[in-house]
């Protein structure tokens, strides 16, 4: 059965959801973690979102994440190594219980930085924030049961802030900040 695409607006919960979660996972697997970071939509206060909890951590070796995956699948996430995003390892909650999304990446890469980069911008730039925001709501309306077609239609926006971000955090010398861990 396909999941629906719903945008609900900001829930100011989301950050407490998340900061749970964080807790969890740093005592099950902190040591390995170089950081953690909450990311996507719910990350942004006044973002509408779909309400998943989306989860950055950065680790120094994606190639040796055993024990993320072990310390993970204990706190019930299931590891898709189905996933064909070879820059990140993917984790998903487990049947029926809140949907969560784990992405672990290599700390300090492209796609790392790209995920805050765009986070910290929306969190600052109130006008992409609600661009961003319509253009979401127009697109679920559009492609309800498509959650694929979702994805790829945000693409374009997407593109058009992460230029923009680009182009801000030369100008104010970003980096990111230490991290939720």
Sequence with gaps: ?????????????????????????????????????????????????????????SVSDLGNI?????????????????NDDLTKRYFREAPGTRRTHIHVRQAGSWSEQFNLLFRDYLRTHE???DQYERKKYEIANRHRDQREQ?????????????KKANTWSQKIGWKPSQGDL
């Design 150 to 162: 979702y994805v790829e239609a945000k693409t374009e926006i997407v593109w058009e802030i992460i």
């Design 66 to 82: 055993e024990t993320i995956i072990s310390g993970l699948a204990s706190l019930g996430y299931r590891y898709r190594s189905d």
């Design 1 to 57: 059965m396909k999941v629906p695409v719903i945008i609900e607006p900001y829930r100011d919960n989301w950050l407490s959801l998340f900061n749970e979660l964080r807790a969890q996972i740093v005592a099950k697997i902190g040591s390995d973690i170089h950081r953690i970071d909450h990311i996507g939509s719910t990350a942004v206060v006044g973002l509408a979102a779909k309400p998943i909890i989306d989860i950055q951590i």
């Design 127 to 129: 006008d992409d924030r």
